[in-house]
């Protein structure tokens, strides 16, 4: 993704927080972030960069 300008990684991004399930995981290599969230996107551990896909409050802080 960090090699994608702004409008593409928008895109991209929508496109996997759609194809993820609810709970879904995503994980990001060390150069990327979407910082604590995107979308429904929760970080649920940032030194590894993962996210969750949650509409709940389970995961939100």
């Known amino acids: 993704m960090i090699y994608f300008n702004r409008e593409n990684r928008h895109k991209f991004l929508k496109i996997i927080v759609n194809r993820l399930n609810e709970n879904g995981i995503l994980i990001l290599g060390k150069t990327e972030t979407l910082f604590d969230s995107w ?21 939100q802080k």
Do not use: A, W
């Open 39 to 59: 979308g429904s996107l929760q970080l649920v551990d940032s030194r590894n960069r993962i996210y969750i896909k949650s509409h709940s409050k389970l995961f």
